[in-house]
């Protein structure tokens, strides 16, 4: 059964300009499928049609009767002093009319209990107990619980609440409607990861039908069945999820520029033939008709039309040499807000070229981090050192602009002290060009004040990037630019981020905020969520204070030192080869419970052993 049909839309908001130029899909009951495009391809646009919100210059677009479909992105007006409870009870309007009918009804049925009133609060009750009356409780506090909205903020007034928690809490509203169409736009922007993967498992179980605009592609990997994008007003269709996507896309690039190619070739060949035989007729009429014959067919062939490769921004973080092993020590780290601990005896060391994720839920502090790090924030206790050479660079989450009313042009002359052909040329790079550059900065939209930052970070000489949600509010195009960046950048990374995807790409090592304590794992995301998941195997804690040694004698005997560090760094690599072995066993009895304890227990062993043989090694190598 088909629940969406959509046939030859067109919209357009400037005259001669189409935003949707025939667009044409179908979606059958019970199918979850991802919109892709560019931002402002119309992908919003399309939801709102969908809803009615705005109607089509020209097409059809057909919704099975009796479907109810309901949107995330909208956000409805509530009266003034609503709480969250009550948006959220919005969702049992009828529900709370049936409810409010049988208490009348009891009140009837202690003075006269007639026949009509019994089979009236009969009637009421079973359809209030078939609607989920009596699980309305037990559900809101599921959908809560999942999406990280705490009895606290079911308190507050929803006027009160910030645009990504209203955001959630709309979410929360619409699935708690049991809607039979969900249309998500961007439904994981606002939401930390725990949240994400809980609204994954809702979709999978969910029965209905769901269109979802993402661009959090580890998302469209979990959840969708299909992908339409929509691309020069058409809609293109790819049956998979992203991943099949991106490799059906390519290979309909290639199977098109060789279709291409092989046409040109032709066409020049007939060119040549023609060229000669035109040559030839000069003095024969019957070549001369022959080879015009020929040019003639050639003007008729349908030409397959030269795949394009999208623009792109073509730019690279500007690298400054680093010498020495240590980017930043942090010891004793606390800091407290409003009487509520977000981490404390955090004690960290970076080192040269490292790559890591700061992950945590939303709240716990990860941004506070980020700016006590960098001195932006006072800290209540502890130090923070950085190596002498460090230059670092940071893109905070909200960004901030001294002078919105600036042109972006400006912008760069001023800030940067660029000539007006550099500013061009960089402010190009990053894919403003044109009339694009006389744009005000305080007009531009979300991601696209994320390029701007970014277009003034890059010319800066840097060896350590501290970026805050880097991928928020980018399409998928600039999010796989900026990893490109990313990846010719040898220098050292730490990053917040939720996009999944991006943390997987890049972090090699995961500091995770909960509790009020920074736990480390040396390890990278997928192994992260290994030790995650099993709880057999205790996670690298967070790095425990060095013990105060001695202090040690005057003398010290340096080809000893010497000695008992190589002798240390040869036992390390062989318990490291052990560690190893061990791990590698352990996945070849994933099966075997009973082995792979065993081997879960051999492996602790062993890394308490290598644990204990760095320590033996730093102390050496420190009385060197």
């Known amino acids: 059964m088909i629940d969406i049909a959509v046939k030859d839309l067109e919209k357009s908001f400037e005259v001669g300009e189409k935003l949707l130029d025939g667009l044409t899909f179908e979606i059958n009951s019970g199918e979850c499928v991802g919109i892709l495009g560019r931002n402002g391809c119309g992908k919003t646009t399309l939801f709102r049609m969908l809803t009615g919100e705005i109607a089509p210059d020209e097409g059809e677009i057909m919704i099975a009767p009796g479907k109810r479909l309901g949107l ?9 002093g609503y709480t969250v409870e009550q948006v959220l009870r919005c969702a049992y309007r009828e529900l709370e ?9 009891e009140g009837q049925m202690t003075d ?6 019994l089979a009236e609060y009969d009637r009421l009750s079973t359809a209030y107990e078939v609607g989920g009356g009596y699980e309305m409780d037990t559900n809101v506090d599921k959908i809560c619980n999942g999406l990280g909205i705490p009895a606290q903020m079911r308190r507050q007034d929803f006027a009160m609440l910030s645009g990504g928690e209203k955001t959630r809490v709309n979410l929360a509203r619409l699935l708690l409607e049991k809607t039979d169409i969900l249309l998500l736009d961007e439904p994981t922007n606002h939401l930390d990861m725990h949240s994400v993967e809980w609204l994954e498992a809702y979709i999978r179980q969910f029965k209905g039908t769901v269109l979802t605009i993402s661009h959090d592609r580890y998302f469209l990997d979990q959840v969708v069945h299909r992908i339409i994008e929509i691309n020069g007003g058409k809609a293109e269709l790819y049956n998979g999820n992203y991943s099949f996507y991106l490799e059906e896309k390519q290979a309909r690039f290639n199977l098109q520029l060789k279709h291409y190619e092989q046409e040109q070739a032709k066409l020049r060949q007939l060119g040549h033939t023609v060229e000669r035989m035109k040559g030839w007729g000069i003095n024969n009429r019957v070549l001369y008709r022959r080879a015009m014959s020929i040019q003639h067919r ?6 397959t039309e030269r795949p394009r490769t999208e623009k792109t921004m073509r730019a690279h973080f500007a690298q400054r040499d680093f010498f020495g092993d240590e980017v930043f020590y942090v010891r004793d780290l606390k800091k407290s807000y ?23 839920d939303n709240g716990t502090g990860k941004t506070t981090f980020l700016r006590c790090l960098l001195g932006q924030e006072p800290v209540d206790g502890g130090r923070i050192r950085f190596g002498p050479s460090v230059k670092w660079a940071y893109l905070p989450q909200t960004i901030h602009f001294d002078h919105p009313e600036r042109a972006l042009l400006d912008t760069m002359l001023y800030e940067k002290n660029l000539s007006v052909q550099a500013a061009r040329d960089r402010l190009g790079a990053f894919m403003f060009s044109g009339e694009d550059v006389f744009k005000t900065v305080g007009t531009l939209s979300g991601g696209e004040q994320s390029r701007l930052r970014l277009c003034m970070l890059m010319d800066e000489r840097i060896n350590l990037l501290i970026l805050d949600e880097p991928t928020n509010h980018l399409d998928i195009a600039a999010r796989e630019w900026v990893e490109c960046a990313i990846d010719e950048y040898e220098g050292a990374l730490l990053f917040v981020s939720h996009d999944r995807y991006f943390v997987d790409k890049f972090a090699t090592r995961i500091w995770e905020l909960s509790d009020g304590r920074i736990r480390d794992y040396l390890c990278g995301y997928g192994k992260y969520l290994d030790l995650k998941a099993n709880a057999a195997i205790r996670p ?4 425990a204070k060095p013990e105060k040694k001695p202090k040690a004698a005057p003398k010290v ?21 052990a560690v190893a072995e061990l791990e590698r066993q352990m996945e070849a009895a994933a099966t ?33």
Do not use: N
């Open 72 to 80: 995330i992105s909208q956000i409805p007006h509530y009266p003034e």
């Open 112 to 117: 006269e209990a007639s026949k009509a009133v």
């Open 592 to 624: 075997d419970y009973q082995q792979l304890m065993r081997l879960t227990q051999e492996k602790q062993a062993a890394d308490a052993e290598l644990e204990h043989l760095m320590e033996q090694w730093e102390a050496a190598a420190a009385g060197l």
């Open 338 to 360: 409003d009487g509520r601990t977000l981490f404390s005896e955090v004690e960290l060391l970076v080192q040269g070229g490292e790559r890591i994720a700061l992950l945590g």
């Open 557 to 577: 005997d340096a080809k000893a030192l010497e000695k008992e560090v190589r002798r240390l760094e040869r036992e390390i690599e062989r318990q490291e080869q």
């Open 540 to 543: 690298v804690a967070q790095m």
């Open 97 to 105: 009319r049936l409810r409010r009918k049988m208490q009348a009804l």
């Open 298 to 303: 050639m003007e008729r062939m349908a030409k």
